[in-house]
C-alpha cells in the first residue's frame, strides 16, 4: 500500500505583484508572466502519482465561508484575472514595458497566475468564447481563488459540508488528511519570483510581511478546535 501525501504548490498570492511588485524588465515576447500570486496546489503521493484531489472553484467554499468569500471577490487576488484585459492597470504595464491594448486573457503563461487550477482536473480552462456555458464555468476560476492557496477542495469541501451538517468540532489536520494545503512562502513563490515583470531580479519575496496583504478577512471558526 502507497503511504505519505506531499504537497507541492504549483501556484498562489498574498499580494498583487502586478500592481504593488518592483519593476523588472520585460520578457522578450512582452507576456506578463506570474504577475498576481496564485498557487494552485496539486498533492501527490510519495511516489509521485496524482491524487484524486480536483478543483471545484471558490463559489463551493461560500458555504461555510460566506464573509471570507465576499471579502475576497473584493481584493486583487480575486481581481487578478481583469488585469489581463486590454486596457486594464495601463499605467502600470506600461511602466514595465507592457502593451496595455494587448489582451492576455488567453496567454497560459499568465494564466497560470491569475486563475485557480490551471491544467489540472476540474481547474481553469481557456474556453471557447461561442460556449456560453464553458464560459461561465471558466468564469467561477478566474483570478486567485482559495483554491489557489489552500489547494484542491474536491475532498476537504466534502468534509466541510458534513461539519455543516452535524455541527461538530473537527482539527486542522482533517482537512489537511483530506488535501487542503497549509499555506506557507513556498505557495507564494511559485508565482512572486523573477519570472515576473514586476520582480527585480535578487528581489526575494518576503512572506512574513506580506502574507496578509490583499487576502481575505480572517475570521475566527466556530467548529475548529
Known amino acids: ?133 464553458a464560459v461561465r464555468k471558466a468564469k467561477k476560476l478566474q483570478g486567485v481563488g482559495c483554491e489557489s492557496c489552500h489547494g484542491p477542495g474536491s475532498e476537504y469541501v466534502k468534509l466541510h459540508t458534513e461539519l455543516l451538517k452535524t455541527k461538530r468540532k473537527y482539527k486542522i489536520e482533517e482537512m489537511y488528511a483530506a488535501g487542503m494545503v497549509k499555506v506557507d512562502a513556498s505557495t507564494c513563490v511559485t508565482c512572486h519570483n523573477e519570472q515576473s515583470p514586476t520582480i527585480a531580479k535578487g528581489d526575494a519575496f518576503d512572506y512574513e510581511a506580506k502574507k496578509n496583504e490583499g487576502t481575505h478577512e480572517r475570521i475566527p471558526l466556530k467548529q475548529r478546535e
Request: with cysteine.
Open 1 to 133: 500500500m502507497k503511504t505519505g501525501l506531499t504537497v507541492v504548490a504549483l501556484t498562489i498570492p498574498m499580494v498583487f505583484v502586478l500592481v504593488f511588485g518592483v519593476a523588472a524588465s520585460p520578457p522578450p515576447d512582452g507576456t506578463i508572466r506570474a504577475a498576481a500570486v496564485l498557487p494552485a496546489a496539486l498533492a501527490t503521493t510519495a511516489d509521485g502519482e496524482a491524487t484524486k484531489y480536483a478543483y471545484v472553484g471558490s463559489s463551493k467554499c461560500k458555504m461555510c465561508h460566506i464573509k471570507q468569500h465576499k471579502s475576497w471577490k473584493k481584493t486583487k487576488m480575486g481581481l487578478a484575472f481583469d488585469t489581463l484585459k486590454p486596457g486594464a492597470v495601463a499605467d502600470v504595464k506600461k511602466a514595465h514595458g507592457l502593451d496595455p491594448n494587448k489582451d492576455y486573457t488567453t496567454d497560459e503563461t499568465c494564466l497560470k497566475c491569475h486563475t485557480t487550477g490551471l491544467g489540472h482536473e476540474g481547474g481553469y480552462f481557456i474556453p471557447d468564447a461561442s460556449d456560453k456555458k
